[in-house]
Protein backbone atom coordinates (compact mmCIF):
# COMPACT_ATOMS: atom_id res chain seq x y z
CA UNK A 1 0.00 0.00 0.00
CA UNK A 2 0.64 3.40 -0.74
CA UNK A 3 -0.33 6.67 1.69
CA UNK A 4 0.22 10.31 -0.07
CA UNK A 5 -0.46 13.30 2.17
CA UNK A 6 -0.84 16.89 1.70
CA UNK A 7 0.14 19.31 4.00
CA UNK A 8 0.42 23.22 3.68
CA UNK A 9 -2.62 24.98 2.28
CA UNK A 10 -4.43 27.81 4.48
CA UNK A 11 -5.96 31.27 4.10
CA UNK A 12 -3.61 33.60 2.35
CA UNK A 13 -4.61 37.44 1.13
CA UNK A 14 -4.24 38.27 -2.55
CA UNK A 15 -0.45 38.21 -3.61
CA UNK A 16 0.36 36.57 -0.80
CA UNK A 17 2.71 32.58 -1.18
CA UNK A 18 1.72 29.15 0.16
CA UNK A 19 4.44 26.24 -0.10
CA UNK A 20 2.30 22.99 -0.76
CA UNK A 21 3.85 19.45 0.27
CA UNK A 22 3.10 15.78 -0.29
CA UNK A 23 4.58 12.99 0.85
CA UNK A 24 4.44 9.45 -0.49
CA UNK A 25 5.59 6.57 1.48
CA UNK A 26 4.54 2.89 2.11
CA UNK A 27 5.63 0.09 -0.92
CA UNK A 28 7.90 2.02 -3.14
CA UNK A 29 9.78 0.67 -5.41
CA UNK A 30 10.43 3.99 -7.62
CA UNK A 31 8.12 6.68 -8.52
CA UNK A 32 8.41 8.60 -11.94
CA UNK A 33 5.43 10.73 -12.19
CA UNK A 34 4.25 13.32 -9.06
CA UNK A 35 1.99 16.26 -9.85
CA UNK A 36 -0.33 18.68 -8.44
CA UNK A 37 -3.51 19.26 -9.36
CA UNK A 38 -6.58 21.69 -8.43
CA UNK A 39 -10.53 21.23 -8.09
CA UNK A 40 -12.70 24.95 -7.61
CA UNK A 41 -15.92 24.59 -6.39
CA UNK A 42 -18.38 23.70 -9.24
CA UNK A 43 -15.41 23.58 -11.88
CA UNK A 44 -13.16 20.13 -13.25
CA UNK A 45 -10.23 18.84 -11.30
CA UNK A 46 -7.31 20.42 -13.50
CA UNK A 47 -3.43 19.77 -13.57
CA UNK A 48 -1.52 22.53 -11.87
CA UNK A 49 1.78 21.17 -12.32
CA UNK A 50 4.06 17.85 -13.17
CA UNK A 51 7.52 17.03 -12.52
CA UNK A 52 8.73 13.54 -14.10
CA UNK A 53 12.29 11.52 -12.71
CA UNK A 54 14.19 13.02 -15.38
CA UNK A 55 13.03 17.10 -13.81
CA UNK A 56 10.63 17.56 -16.67
CA UNK A 57 8.60 20.47 -15.36
CA UNK A 58 4.87 20.97 -16.91
CA UNK A 59 2.92 23.92 -15.88
CA UNK A 60 -0.98 25.19 -16.65
CA UNK A 61 -0.25 28.55 -18.49
CA UNK A 62 -2.77 30.24 -15.64
CA UNK A 63 0.29 29.44 -12.87
CA UNK A 64 3.25 29.81 -15.64
CA UNK A 65 5.35 32.41 -13.50
CA UNK A 66 3.86 32.45 -10.27
CA UNK A 67 4.10 28.31 -9.06
CA UNK A 68 7.39 25.93 -9.14
CA UNK A 69 7.31 22.60 -8.39
CA UNK A 70 10.13 20.68 -7.17
CA UNK A 71 10.83 17.17 -5.76
CA UNK A 72 13.12 15.82 -2.92
CA UNK A 73 13.75 11.94 -4.31
CA UNK A 74 15.21 10.89 -1.06
CA UNK A 75 12.26 11.69 0.21
CA UNK A 76 9.64 10.99 -2.04
CA UNK A 77 8.27 14.39 -1.48
CA UNK A 78 7.02 16.80 -3.94
CA UNK A 79 6.60 20.86 -3.21
CA UNK A 80 4.50 23.86 -4.84
CA UNK A 81 5.75 26.74 -3.85
CA UNK A 82 2.71 29.10 -4.53
CA UNK A 83 3.42 33.06 -5.30
CA UNK A 84 1.58 36.03 -5.91
CA UNK A 85 -1.51 34.14 -5.21
CA UNK A 86 -4.98 35.50 -6.62
CA UNK A 87 -8.39 35.02 -5.71
CA UNK A 88 -8.92 32.45 -8.66
CA UNK A 89 -6.26 30.30 -7.28
CA UNK A 90 -8.82 29.35 -4.65
CA UNK A 91 -9.13 25.40 -5.21
CA UNK A 92 -8.38 21.96 -3.50
CA UNK A 93 -5.50 20.84 -4.37
CA UNK A 94 -4.51 17.24 -4.63
CA UNK A 95 -1.22 15.91 -4.84
CA UNK A 96 -0.83 12.53 -7.61
CA UNK A 97 1.98 9.87 -7.18
CA UNK A 98 2.68 7.14 -9.76
CA UNK A 99 4.63 4.62 -8.10
CA UNK A 100 5.74 0.83 -9.12
CA UNK A 101 5.53 -0.57 -5.89
CA UNK A 102 8.44 -3.67 -7.16
CA UNK A 103 10.33 -4.28 -9.84
CA UNK A 104 7.81 -6.63 -11.52
CA UNK A 105 4.65 -4.35 -10.88
CA UNK A 106 2.92 -2.19 -12.94
CA UNK A 107 2.45 1.55 -12.19
CA UNK A 108 -0.43 2.71 -10.43
CA UNK A 109 -2.02 6.57 -9.68
CA UNK A 110 -2.44 7.47 -5.84
CA UNK A 111 -3.97 10.77 -4.88
CA UNK A 112 -4.09 12.42 -1.75
CA UNK A 113 -6.29 13.48 0.34
CA UNK A 114 -6.47 17.47 -0.81
CA UNK A 115 -5.71 20.47 0.72
CA UNK A 116 -7.71 23.73 0.79
CA UNK A 117 -6.07 26.69 -0.71
CA UNK A 118 -8.44 30.01 -0.43
CA UNK A 119 -7.28 33.30 -1.40
CA UNK A 120 -8.77 36.24 -0.17
CA UNK A 121 -8.49 39.40 1.54
Known amino acids: QVQVVESGGGLVQPGGSLRLSCAAS????????MGWYRQAPGKQRELVAT???????IYADSVKGRFTISRDNAKNTVYLQMNSLKPEDTAVYYC???????????????WGQGTQVTVSS
Open 96 to 110: RTDVRSSVRSAVYAY
Open 26 to 33: GSIFSINF
Open 51 to 57: STSGSST
